[in-house]
């Protein structure tokens, strides 16, 4: 009995060790975890804006950047780095080290769009979500080159004249691009699709009538032109009518609901950054995001503040990668 009592008490004690040992170690992760939370930022952060200078994202990431320097103390340094339909700078991104110091600003296609069409530029599981910044609706046009001021006439024109109108995009495999094909597919229509890398120089080229029909995000500058009578918009891709434009349908009341698609835009970091990091990037980017001036010069450009945390960002990126595999596969759409 005294040996059984012994061994009784060695258990115990061994069991209150571990137990002891336990709280300690999560303890001291916890402070570690604390420590480090304090110490980021200690450098300028870079931002990879995935467009062109002069567009609504361009616009938007810059103005998040400045206001986020500000609540970090550090520089935000924005770097444009355009291409393949904003992979390319989310791919620089997914490369880079997991320190918090390399972020992206994107749409979500480059996850959700690309990877369906063929090769992806970028592996999903390099890359991890951050924060939503906006969601921004897409507006079609006709371009000073266009004869027609309606839908109803654009698809007259288009049936009547397979490939005449040339259709540009903001590249291939885009929010626009999948909105063409979808066009394409249920009209029983052919364009001529022009992707450019973004929004800056397509707009130029709008305006000059180097082609006639244009897909862009909604901008401040785009529904100026509208205003001014050098682009007429058609139709938006968007939940609801536009407050600017009350007389311009929606797809989905043209009878296209497939087509009726909006740009989701966020950020981005490689994948392996410490939890505690986008955590705290994700808290500050949403405090940007309630910033009255900010919410101003969204509803200017007819975007929506996406605030969400790291988790509900990472579950719209799934299920529109999800809607996008649908799309792509009943479409039957291949990347460029």
């Known amino acids: 009995m005294t040996w059984v009592k012994t061994m009784r008490r060695r258990t115990f004690g061994l ?46 990431a810059r103005l998040v950047a ?13 770097e444009n780095r355009a291409g393949a339909s904003g992979a390319l700078a989310v791919n620089v991104v997914a490369k880079s080290a997991h320190d918090g110091y390399t972020l992206a600003f994107s749409a979500i296609s480059p996850l959700t769009l ?36 309606d839908f109803k006439t654009l698809l007259s024109v288009a049936k009547s004249k397979p490939f005449a109108l040339r259709w540009a995009t903001s590249g291939a495999a885009s929010l626009g691009h999948v909105m063409l094909e979808q066009l394409h597919a249920a009209a029983q229509v052919d364009f001529t699709h022009i992707p450019y890398k973004g929004g800056g120089q397509q707009i130029t080229d709008a305006l000059g009538g180097q082609f006639e029909l244009l897909s862009v995000n909604a901008s401040a500058a785009v529904l100026q032109h509208i205003q001014d009578g050098k682009f007429r918009a058609l139709a938006v891709g968007s939940p609801v009518r536009l407050d600017s434009l009350p007389m311009v349908p929606t797809l989905a009341e043209l009878g296209f609901a497939a087509a009726n698609l909006s740009s989701q835009f966020g950020f981005f970091a490689p994948a392996g950054t410490p939890p505690m990091i986008l955590e705290r990037l994700n808290a500050e980017i949403q405090g940007v995001l309630g910033l009255q001036a900010v919410r101003d010069r969204l509803s200017a450009a007819e975007c929506l503040p996406l605030k969400t945390s790291v988790l509900e960002f990472k579950r719209i990126i799934a299920q529109e990668s999800d809607n996008m595999a649908r799309i792509v596969k009943d479409a039957r759409i291949v990347g460029e």
């Open 15 to 60: 069991k209150a060790m571990a137990i002891g040992m336990g709280l300690g170690m999560q303890k001291g992760m916890a402070q570690m975890h604390g420590v480090m939370q304090q110490s980021w930022p200690q450098k300028p952060i870079k931002l990879l804006v995935a467009y062109p200078p002069g567009g609504v994202s361009d616009v938007m």
């Open 114 to 149: 690309s990877p369906h069409l063929g090769k992806p530029l970028v592996d999903p599981k390099d890359i991890v979500a951050v924060a939503g910044a906006m969601v921004s609706p897409v507006i079609l046009v006709a371009t000073p080159s266009a004869s027609f001021a």
């Open 66 to 78: 400045e206001r986020l320097a500000q609540r970090l103390n550090v520089p935000v340094l924005v």
